[in-house]
């Protein structure tokens, strides 16, 4: 993806051959992803304490910091998200949202976000999702539309270039020996299985309480199944608990 190979050149521009600056503005945009979480919860909450809380404990998630402080894109695509995020928040749907320039500010940070890493594409299904359960069909195809165009350039040129390489290695069964041929629907169900087993058991807790020791070639054992049960169920919770919230301050109803 284009994204972060554009966000390097521009840096290398402005200071050339420094790697250091790179890696800074890593840092950069990962204390503005703090900053944007901060007022993001802030709209779901009467007081500062929830959002000061949840900022400072993910401000010491050893993954973040690690993806902070190198050369990927994680952290980028971290702050991008946010912002689309908090900007797809401000826009007031109920209105003619094309005449608002806070939507075309959401459209531009989607868009950007998938380019710098397809994931984004999941962002993108999430809004509208959202705006079909608010049966707004209108500014769901606005936003979808805004979207495909934002986007046909580099699809065009992929296609052009003999299709897209993240899909064609999605659909392989080991992306590291090729040889093994493309996947089946058996494949597709033992890697699911298996990713949400690890997901569930190692991935989860591990990122959440990154002290905890995780040993990949090991068996499952009935402790991290429970550990990592109860912390899905939390988190399931919360993001009912938001939804709520949400679809409360869309109906003007004070939080």
Request: charged residues 10%; contains cysteine; proline residues 4%.
């Amino acid at each position: 993806m284009p994204g972060y190979p554009l966000i390097i050149a521009a840096v290398l521009k402005i200071s050339p051959d420094n790697i250091a600056a790179i890696k800074t503005l890593n840092g950069i945009f990962f204390y503005g992803s703090l900053v944007l979480l901060f007022f993001l919860l802030k709209q779901f909450c009467s007081t500062i304490w929830i959002p000061s809380i949840t900022v400072m404990i993910v401000s010491f998630n050893a993954h973040l910091l690690r993806f902070s402080t190198i050369m990927m894109s994680e952290i980028p695509f971290l702050f991008f998200s946010i912002l689309s995020l908090y900007l797809f928040l401000k826009v007031d749907f109920s209105k003619n949202v094309a005449k608002t320039y806070q939507f075309y500010l959401f459209l531009f940070c989607v868009v950007f976000s998938y380019y710098i890493k397809a994931l984004g594409l999941a962002l993108m299904t999430g809004f509208l999702l959202y705006l079909l359960f608010r049966k707004n069909v209108k500014s769901m195809v606005l936003v979808l539309t805004g979207f495909v165009i934002g986007i046909l350039p580099w699809f065009i040129r992929g296609q052009r270039m003999g299709g897209n390489s993240y899909l064609y290695q999605l659909f392989q069964i080991n992306v590291y020996r090729p040889e093994l041929g493309n996947a089946g629907i058996v494949d597709f169900v033992i890697r699911f299985i298996n990713n949400t087993m690890r997901y569930i058991t190692r991935e989860i807790p591990y990122a959440l309480f990154p002290s905890i020791p995780v040993d990949y070639g090991k068996n499952y054992f009935a402790h991290e199944w429970i550990t990592g049960l109860l912390l899905l169920a939390l988190i399931i919770y919360g993001i009912k608990a938001l939804v709520i919230l949400l679809v409360c301050r869309t109906q003007g109803s004070f939080l």
